[in-house]
């Protein structure tokens, strides 16, 4: 099993920035990459990055591009998300997830992020 632990969220005025973390650990083989969601309440969960676990390939939504940065670091088995001129349309339940080949997708428990003044 795989075990995910987000951290980092909270609550920050607009145009201000936040870093959130995800350490993995457990059964972490063949891995093929990781990436970040975010669910409002009354609102489907949205994809806001992915990254290559192999090459370190990112993407992300319109909504988010050139705003949030999704890294990893193979060694520590984290993955970050930066988020910098964040809006209160930001404001959701964060989750990371992790991606292996032929396995189901690891879920964490979320983070919450509130952006407002």
């Known amino acids: 099993q795989v075990q995910l632990v987000e951290s980092g969220g909270g609550l920050v005025q607009p145009g201000g920035s936040l870093k959130l973390s995800c350490a993995a650990s457990g059964n972490l083989f063949s891995l093929k990459g990781m990436g970040w969601s975010r669910q409002a309440p009354g609102k489907q969960r949205e994809l806001v990055a992915t990254i290559s676990w192999g090459d370190g390939g990112t993407k992300y939504p319109d909504s988010v591009k050139g705003r949030f940065t999704i890294s990893r670091d193979m060694a520590k088995n984290t993955m970050y998300l930066q988020m910098s001129s964040l809006k209160p349309d930001d404001t959701a339940v964060y989750y990371c997830?992790?991606?292996?080949?032929?396995?189901?997708?690891?879920w964490g428990q979320g983070t919450q992020v509130t952006v407002s003044s």
């Open positions: 997830n992790l991606e292996q080949w032929d396995l189901p997708t690891s």
